[in-house]
């Protein structure tokens, strides 16, 4: 059963073009690359390697994020979802099935986003690749519980995408928070400021996942261990709380 | 026959175009003064909300100060710019990217394009503090500044300076024999002999230098120097 669920998510990602999207958001992250590879004087291939990476790795995860969230919007919108809960399927399976899919399209997005790095020399592209593709997984979870949580693909969109945003730089919003707590401060911008620490213990550290750092230098062994064991907490926790919002959608 | 919502229409076209042609006229594309680069930020961790991705914006931030001579149709020369505008931004680039060589390039190689002596001399100063932070990764830029203060600013107590700076701070493996040369050619053009001749004996004498070539060298310019 799970098996089919992921069998014919697929088969609607293609039928909705999505594949089709992506090559096209593929080759237009290469020609970016060049392009900026071509005007640079020296160190071309390093360009090119740090701007494909940075373009492609936001395309794809707004890309994924997006379609998931509309997709599941739109089942949830057609009463597609409630006929789907009326198969004799367990919301636990279903809720896999679905995820499943989803990783399942993540994979192929990694994939085809690190095609560039097999060639290139001096850069770690399996890390990279390895990276990406945890970092797919815990996005693509976030944005299928979002539009679980908020049946607006709209404010589902616009919580996800802040979410990503303060992610991707929540190193640097604790490091301005302690520096601005260590003063005196109104306890308005108190509150504010904890509540930036407290969110940023909270969501996942996305700066340590696939960027130009891990594409030049690599990952140790104890990194992949974190990674690994981090996208895992993640992607359980979120499976919980989607799987939670499925049984309430029944009720 | 013009009908009435033909002629609104294009009343109302003639109007939108009016305002693009003022909104272009407001941004400046008339408008042939030199457009001078934005200073730094006062607050330059503002620049590490980059999204985990200092290399990305390091290299965007590269691309752009090297293309501002381009501006709004015209090419300005480099002079025109302010250099301590230039030598902040180049400072930001290499702040957010420390080893990658392309601020030095562009200070040595695109931003000395020009014929003010004092603007050379600060490329210059921007290159040895690099290479002074890493000595092993920028030594082939500081060779480049001791030439171009020995030939481009005639300074040539400077060019030896820069020159004794590069021997003294990085190690042999790293630097190329042509680098560590340039200190001895130097002390030979300023007359002191017996100072280059005293330095290419020890170079000779610490075993470091095994290639046939070098060694030749070295011993022909040793009688060279010994016979002035």
Redesign the interface.
């Known amino acids: 059963m799970v098996g089919l669920i992921i069998k014919y998510t697929i088969i609607e990602a293609y039928k909705k073009h999505f594949f089709t999207l992506l090559l096209s958001a593929f080759i237009t992250c290469i020609v970016l690359g060049y392009y900026?590879k071509s005007?640079?004087?020296?160190?071309g291939s390093?360009?090119f390697n740090?701007?494909y990476?940075?373009a492609m790795r936001?395309t794809a995860v707004f890309l994924l994020a997006w379609y998931c969230i509309i997709t599941q919007a739109q089942q949830i919108e057609k009463a597609r979802l409630q006929m789907q809960m009326a198969l004799p399927i367990s919301r636990t399976w279903f809720c896999v099935g679905s995820l499943s899919a989803y990783y399942v399209i993540a994979l192929f997005i990694a994939l085809l986003s690190s095609l560039p790095f097999v060639f290139a020399i001096d850069v770690d592209g399996l890390a990279w690749f390895f990276s990406f593709y945890l970092e797919l997984c815990i996005v693509v979870s976030m944005a299928y519980v979002l539009s679980l949580l908020f049946k607006q693909a709209t404010i589902a969109i616009s919580i996800f995408t802040l979410i990503y945003?303060f992610s991707?730089?929540a190193?640097?919003?604790t490091?301005?928070a302690d520096a601005v707590l260590g003063t005196e401060s109104q306890l308005f911008e108190t509150v504010s400021l904890w509540i930036i620490k407290l969110t940023a213990l909270l969501v996942p550290k996305?700066?340590?996942y696939a960027?130009?750092?891990v594409l030049?230098s690599g990952l140790e062994i104890e990194q992949y261990l974190t990674l690994i064991t981090e996208t895992s907490l993640y992607v359980v926790l979120l499976f919980l709380i989607a799987k939670i919002e499925l049984h309430k959608k029944v009720l | 026959m013009a009908t009435t919502s033909s002629i609104r229409s294009s009343i109302v076209t003639f109007a939108v175009f009016c305002l693009f042609v003022g909104f272009q006229y407001k941004q400046g594309v008339l408008d042939h003064a030199v457009k001078q680069l934005p200073p730094v930020p006062k607050d330059v961790?503002v620049l590490?909300?980059?999204?985990?991705?200092?290399?990305?914006l390091s290299?965007?931030l590269?691309?752009w100060l090297?293309?501002f001579d381009s501006q709004s149709g015209k090419i300005i020369q480099y002079d025109e710019l302010n250099y301590k505008d230039i030598i902040n931004w180049l400072t930001v680039v290499r702040t957010l990217h420390p080893n990658?060589?392309?601020p030095l390039?562009?200070a040595i190689h695109?931003f000395t394009e020009t014929k003010d002596k004092d603007k050379v001399r600060q490329m210059i100063r921007f290159v040895e503090d690099s290479f002074h932070a890493n000595p092993d990764q920028f030594w082939r830029w500081q060779a480049n500044a001791i030439i171009l203060s020995k030939h481009r600013l005639n300074d040539i107590e400077y060019a030896l300076k820069l020159a004794k700076d590069l021997n003294a701070k990085t190690k042999t493996s790293k630097v190329a024999q042509w680098a560590r040369d340039m200190e001895f050619l130097i002390l030979e053009d300023m007359g002191e002999f017996e100072a280059s001749a005293l330095l290419i004996k020890s170079m000779l004498d610490s075993g470091t230098i095994t290639e046939a070539r070098e060694l030749r060298f070295l011993t022909n310019k040793l009688k060279e120097i010994k016979r002035k």
């Open positions: 900026a005007i640079s004087i020296i160190e390093e360009t740090y701007f990476n940075a936001l945003i991707r730089n190193a640097e919003f490091r301005h996305l700066e340590n960027n130009s750092l030049e | 961790s590490q909300f980059n999204f985990a991705e200092p290399y990305v290299r965007a590269m691309l090297q293309t990658s060589q392309y390039l562009t695109l």
